[in-house]
Nanobody, 124 residues
Framework: QVQLVESGGGLVQAGDSLRLSCAASGRTFSNYAMGWFRQAPGKERDFVASINWSGGTRYYADSVKGRFTISRVNAKNTMYLQMNSLKPEDTAVYYC?????????????????WGQGTQVTVSS
């Protein structure tokens, strides 16, 4: 079965950086778009970033544009989210997701598989 495992979360201070990883197994990783979403306490899960099968097309939420970078290494079946200049409002559980096609999407409904999430906490 398809498994997505996130890692790299933690507690950092405002202005610090973190890199999240998402290791995928159980399907041909390079065939599918991938995405990152996050859910803050008491809020709905929101789109963060997505990337197409090759890494050539990337989308970002306005709130993270210029600070976060999504990437993937198909040979390692792994996707990354480099997060720089972190802010307290970035505090959330971050989820990686694998899509149903090669094209990236901002919509949760376009993703078939989800990881268990990794906590990112940014203190002020």
């Amino acid at each position: 079965q398809v498994q997505l495992v996130e890692s790299g979360g933690g507690l950092v201070q405002a202005g610090d950086s973190l890199r999240l990883s998402c290791a995928a197994s159980g399907r041909t990783f390079s065939n599918y778009a991938m995405g990152w979403f996050r859910q803050a306490p008491g809020k709905e899960r929101d789109f963060v970033a997505s990337i197409n099968w090759s890494g050539g097309t990337r989308y970002y939420a306005d709130s993270v544009k210029g600070r976060f970078t999504i990437s993937r290494v198909n040979a390692k079946n792994t996707m990354y989210l480099q997060m720089n200049s972190l802010k307290p409002e970035d505090t959330a559980v971050y989820y990686c997701a694998s899509g149903g096609s090669s094209r990236p999407s901002l919509r949760e409904d376009d993703y078939n598989y989800w990881g268990q999430g990794t906590q990112v906490t940014v203190s002020s």
